[in-house]
């Protein structure tokens, strides 16, 4: 049912994962087609993954209070 009025207010089509390509996943598509978005795009997710990381490197600290 509710993938029925997903489909009637045209938020999903097809695609990989759920079986459907949310609106976002089309503009996305879109998006990437210019250069300098697609560049941009692959730098922030770099940026991303190299925080990630040294986010997980940072041994935990306990609260002692």
């Given at each position: 049912?509710?993938?029925?009025?997903?489909?009637?207010?045209?938020?999903?089509?097809?695609?990989?994962?759920?079986?459907?390509?949310?609106?976002?996943d089309l503009y996305l598509k879109?998006?990437?087609?210019?250069?300098?978005?697609?560049?941009?795009?692959?730098?922030?997710?770099?940026?991303?993954?190299?925080?990630?990381q040294s986010t997980l490197r940072?041994?935990?600290?306990?609260?002692?209070?």
């Amino acid at each position: 049912m509710l993938g029925e009025r997903r489909k009637m207010r045209g938020v999903v089509t097809e695609g990989p994962v759920t079986g459907s390509k949310t609106t976002f996943d089309l503009y996305l598509k879109e998006q990437l087609k210019d250069p300098g978005f697609s560049k941009r795009f692959e730098e922030a997710g770099e940026a991303w993954a190299i925080a990630l990381q040294s986010t997980l490197r940072k041994p935990r600290q306990r609260n002692l209070n």
